[in-house]
């Protein structure tokens, strides 16, 4: 499985310039890694909240990536982490984090208290762990039952980013495919509100990145290939 971040610039710079280094901690996979520096990019300790979002297909193997990047921003900040409810990258989130970081966590969730309109895709028992483990559930964020379930998991999507427009915020994605509709309307919706975008590309090339309307991908870091 490769991996590879990239940041979504809101302008023409590329890598190499002057600037304070990223480091996303432990998020090397594999043998070799190489982390080039950027302008305007900071630690992860410059945001106060960091959400996160990704493919409900993206495979457990991902578990060791979304857990370093998890726990980079936990140990290296006192941020906020914002994640959905879906099964796939959401889960993945939700299960790196320890159970004495829990009151750190929103969850956006597009179904009601235990469950009530959740559908095969929702990580039903995660969330309902979380939030008797301290984390602020947000319960029918995408509309209540009379929305339809496509519409209400869009706008949950949209509530989540909107929550991360409101302070300084940055969004972590993983994808494991070029065509994430919900994930990459995320971060399109990021990227028109100024919200610095971060996406790990799980088991594709990179060059498959769709543009989001405004700036470039710019290589950030680089993990090797693990089986």
């Given at each position: 499985?490769?991996?590879?971040?990239?940041?979504?610039?809101?302008g023409?710079?590329?890598?190499?310039?002057?600037?304070?280094?990223?480091?996303?901690?432990?998020?090397?996979?594999?043998?070799?890694?190489?982390?080039?520096?950027?302008?305007?990019?900071?630690?992860?300790?410059?945001?106060?909240?960091?959400?996160?979002?990704?493919?409900?297909?993206?495979?457990?193997?991902?578990?060791?990536?979304?857990?370093?990047?998890?726990?980079?921003?936990?140990?290296?900040?006192?941020?906020?982490?914002?994640?959905?409810?879906?099964?796939?990258?959401?889960?993945?989130?939700?299960?790196?984090?320890?159970?004495?970081?829990?009151?750190?966590?929103?969850?956006?969730?597009?179904?009601g208290?235990?469950?009530?309109?959740?559908?095969?895709?929702?990580?039903?028992?995660?969330?309902?762990?979380?939030?008797?483990?301290?984390?602020?559930?947000?319960?029918?964020?995408?509309?209540?039952?009379?929305?339809?379930?496509r519409?209400?998991?869009?706008?949950?999507?949209?509530?989540?980013?909107?929550?991360?427009?409101?302070?300084?915020?940055?969004?972590?994605?993983?994808?494991?495919?070029?065509?994430?509709?919900?994930?990459?309307?995320?971060?399109?919706?990021?990227?028109?509100?100024?919200?610095?975008?971060?996406?790990?590309?799980?088991?594709?090339?990179?060059?498959?990145?769709?543009?989001?309307?405004?700036?470039?991908?710019?290589l950030?870091?680089?993990?090797?290939?693990?089986?």
């Amino acid at each position: 499985m490769s991996a590879l971040s990239f940041f979504l610039s809101l302008g023409s710079v590329r890598p190499g310039g002057a600037g304070r280094l990223l480091r996303l901690g432990l998020v090397g996979v594999g043998s070799c890694s190489a982390v080039f520096a950027y302008i305007g990019v900071t630690m992860f300790s410059s945001f106060s909240s960091v959400g996160f979002c990704g493919s409900r297909s993206l495979p457990v193997s991902a578990q060791p990536l979304v857990a370093s990047v998890v726990s980079s921003v936990l140990s290296g900040s006192s941020a906020r982490l914002v994640v959905g409810c879906s099964v796939g990258a959401d889960a993945l989130v939700l299960s790196s984090v320890p159970q004495s970081s829990l009151s750190r966590v929103s969850v956006f969730a597009a179904f009601g208290f235990s469950g009530r309109s959740a559908c095969s895709l929702s990580a039903v028992p995660l969330v309902a762990t979380a939030g008797r483990g301290g984390a602020f559930v947000n319960w029918w964020s995408g509309g209540r039952l009379s929305v339809p379930l496509r519409l209400r998991l869009a706008k949950r999507s949209l509530a989540l980013v909107q929550f991360l427009a409101r302070r300084r915020s940055a969004l972590v994605c993983f994808l494991s495919s070029p065509s994430s509709r919900g994930s990459l309307l995320a971060c399109r919706v990021a990227v028109r509100l100024g919200i610095p975008v971060f996406v790990f590309c799980v088991g594709f090339s990179p060059s498959r990145l769709p543009r989001l309307g405004r700036g470039s991908w710019s290589l950030v870091q680089v993990a090797g290939s693990q089986a």
